[in-house]
């Protein structure tokens, strides 16, 4: 079994920051990538960000230039470094394990409001 453990979610102002982490444990032999999803009341679920084992990242338009992931494989660890926040990127923020299979975290609460 796989679990993800998230953190760094919260309230914060427009034009904020905060960095979201999430580390991987359990029966984790070969994590290919890692990644982030948000979804927000009535809507679906989207990618945000996701990132390779090499290291190579992709991003979603709506985020590209204000977000950055990044991993540490030795920690089975991702984190996504959300800057220049607007209330559109209010949502429940979940992190995504593939190992051929997508594990999921519970998701964790961000909210941009003045």
């Known amino acids: 079994q796989v679990q993800l453990a998230e953190s760094g979610g919260g309230l914060v102002q427009p034009g904020g920051s905060l960095r979201l982490s999430c580390e991987a444990s359990?029966?984790?032999?070969?994590?290919?990538?890692m990644g982030w999803y948000r979804q927000a009341p009535g809507k679906k679920r989207e990618l945000v960000a996701t990132?390779?084992?090499?290291?190579?990242?992709r991003y979603a338009d709506s985020v590209k230039g204000r977000f950055t992931i990044s991993r540490d494989n030795a920690k089975s660890t991702v984190y996504l470094q959300m800057n220049s926040l607007k209330p559109e990127d209010s949502a429940v923020y979940l992190c995504?394990?593939?190992?051929?299979?997508?594990?999921w975290g519970q998701g964790t609460q961000v909210t941009v409001s003045s």
């Open positions: 995504n394990v593939y190992m051929l299979i997508d594990f």
């Open positions: 359990g029966n984790i032999h070969s994590i290919l990538t």
């Open positions: 990132i390779t084992r090499g290291g190579s990242a």
